[in-house]
């Protein structure tokens, strides 16, 4: 049963636009959310992350907006780089230990 | 600083076989995660252990088992291998594992099982 879910499995965007990566959850009882960016041959890196008594946070050029009542949550990437293309997986948890992610989202940033 | 070390990178097994993946985690880090990526799907949970004693276990089947060390490190182990275990594994790393209080999870590069 796939709980989060991220419907667009690719992502094209022209260099210095934004990219905006969605995710929708069914679980309510989800209380933590975080981005993880993977690229080939490597592990999946943390990018950020937002509890649910937040709507929005801010990390340079990453911003991730949460909507509990939607249960919806995106990360805007302004400006996009080249080195943004990735592999991008939403994530969440509902207890301390397991992480519950989505099937991923492939961004390529275009020069 | 090194990083979680994950061996061997790729591995290809027949039905039937078992097999063993080793993961070395951070320095300090106390917690070790096992995650199952198949093609095209996020990392499923498997196991989490911390201080040597298993945390939590995720929907899979006995045929996997996983311990940590007294040196923190871990295997998992997989029986009676089937065609559907042909995955990428990740291993993760934690302080405490207590990852819903905002607590990082650093993966290492994945051993990519295939089974024939």
């Known amino acids: 049963d796939q709980q989060v879910k991220q419907n667009s499995p690719s992502l094209s965007v022209q260099e210095g636009r934004i990219s905006i990566l969605n995710c929708d959850y069914t679980n309510s009882m989800f209380d933590y959310f975080l981005w993880y960016k993977k690229y080939p041959a490597e592990g999946p890196t943390f990018l950020i992350s937002?509890?649910?008594?937040?709507d929005k946070n801010e990390d340079g050029r990453f911003t991730v907006f949460l909507n509990k009542s939607a249960k919806h949550l995106s990360l805007h990437i302004v400006p996009s780089q080249p080195g943004d293309s990735a592999v991008y997986f939403c994530a969440a948890s509902d207890n301390d230990y397991k992480l519950s992610f989505g099937a991923g989202t492939t961004v390529t940033v275009r020069a | 600083d090194a990083g979680v070390t994950q061996s061997p990178t790729h591995l290809i097994k027949t039905r039937g076989q078992h097999v063993t993946l080793r993961c070395s985690p951070i320095?300090?880090?106390?917690?070790v995660s096992w995650y199952q990526q198949v093609l095209g799907q996020g990392p499923q949970f498997i196991f989490q252990y911390y201080e040597k004693e298993e945390r939590g276990r995720g929907n899979f089947p006995d045929r996997f088992s996983a311990r940590q060390f007294p040196n923190y490190s871990s295997e998992l182990n997989v029986n009676a291998l089937l065609l559907g275990d042909s995955a990428l594994y990740l291993c993760?790393?934690?302080?405490?594992?207590?990852?819903?209080?905002?607590?990082?999870?650093?993966f290492g590069s994945g051993t990519q099982l295939s089974v024939l």
């Open positions: 320095s300090g880090h106390k917690s």
């Open positions: 993760a790393s934690s302080l405490a594992g207590s990852i819903g209080t905002g607590e990082k999870l650093f």
């Open positions: 937002i509890s649910s008594i937040k």
